[in-house]
């Protein structure tokens, strides 16, 4: 079973992605978080993936990061099921800072033609054991016990 790599992306903050506070706006910081989760999922799953955003299980902005600024963002498989992928994501420590500016877990399900869960092409291994992802995989642990909403929806109908 091939390990999921850990991957890295580096963005540069530029105005067009800042709030009126000249920080990157919680859109542009999502849509960062959400690149560098796909690129780890669909890595892990392999060439034959078609992979599609299930739920962005939890997002955490801790320091606003100003224009200007170069980020960097780890991303890593660290949980799989039959069809799902849970992916955390990390915005390391800005300069001088100790802690990441932010943090995730985004959920991913590998979809056929129609849009339907199916296996994944191949077997993961998670990333169980490097300590950069351990708060996440706790947090992780936590959310486990909350269930999608799916059903409710389907009984409303």
Known sequence: ???????????????????????????????????????????????????????????????????????????AVLQVRQCYLVVGVVGMPLDGHTLPWMDGLLGFVQVDAVGQPVELPREV????????????ITRLDKLAEIRGATADWLAAT
Do not use: F, K
């Not at 991957?7 to 800042?18: E, F, I, N, Y």
């Not at 291994?125 to 950069?132: C, W």
């Open 125 to 136: 291994e998670p990333m169980t054991d490097a300590p950069l992802w351990q708060p996440l």
């Open 1 to 75: 079973m091939p390990a999921a790599p850990e991957t890295t992306s580096h963005r540069l903050v530029l105005p067009a992605d800042s709030n009126h506070h000249g920080t990157l706006y919680a859109g542009s910081l999502l849509r960062y978080a959400l690149e560098a989760a796909y690129a780890s999922a669909c890595l892990g799953a392999g060439p034959g993936a078609n992979i599609m955003l299930r739920r962005v299980l939890s997002l955490e902005c801790r320091r606003s990061v100003p224009v200007g600024a170069l980020v960097e963002i780890r991303g």
